[in-house]
């Protein structure tokens, strides 16, 4: 990342920070470090960070919902996880119907959000990715030939041993394309009597 020497600002971010009064307890310390795991960030074009939806055949703007991170029941059991044994005891257990799987999952939720607000305030752009326009050039080369050739399913089923044909892909030789594909018989005969006279 390189910095940029003019930094602009494109849209808003939303995220939560301590109240005054838990920031000048003696807790605040306990608190601010757990807020660091359980931060959760929403970037907005607009400051008031609504999104459209439909209601009664109208579009109307609704504001978007934003709450501290939730843990899943496999995340909590996970070894991976940065939560001490005191900071646990801060969370409950609640089940909620998952509309996807059909059945209701456990997720694991902080039991005080009261001690942190939201901060709406600009999302500043300061740095850019380093762009090497030689390496780039080179990059697009070599994916033009596997597309010309169409290599790119060889290549899926060497590395992985199996390839997929998605629609994504080319999956048909631009070299080896049937003329005569998808054109109407009527059309395909009057060229054929244009071509022998």
Not at 11 to 39: C, H, M, P, T
């Amino acid at each position: 990342m390189v910095p940029l020497a003019v930094p602009y600002q494109k849209g808003w971010q939303r995220n939560f920070v301590l109240r005054e009064d838990i920031a000048r307890s003696n807790e605040s310390s306990f608190y601010k470090v757990l807020l660091e795991k359980i931060n959760t960030v929403q970037f907005s074009s607009e400051k008031s960070f609504k999104k459209k939806k439909k209601r009664k055949r109208k579009h109307v703007y609704v504001e978007k919902l934003q709450a501290v991170k939730e843990f899943s029941e496999s995340e909590w059991r996970s070894p991976k996880l940065t939560l001490t044994e005191k900071e646990k005891t801060h969370f409950y257990k609640r089940e909620c119907w998952c509309p996807n799987c059909k059945r209701y999952k456990i997720h694991y939720v902080f039991n005080e959000p009261w001690r942190y607000v939201m901060r709406v305030r600009p999302n500043m752009i300061t740095h850019t990715k380093m762009v090497d326009a030689v390496l780039e050039s080179e990059i697009q080369i070599l994916d033009n030939y596997i597309t010309n050739l169409n290599l790119r399913y060889k290549i899926n089923k060497l590395v992985d041993g199996f390839s997929y044909r998605n629609r994504y892909y080319q999956n048909e030789n631009p070299r080896e394309r049937n003329p005569i594909k998808n054109k109407n018989l009527h059309m395909l005969y009057q060229q054929y009597v244009d071509e022998t006279i």
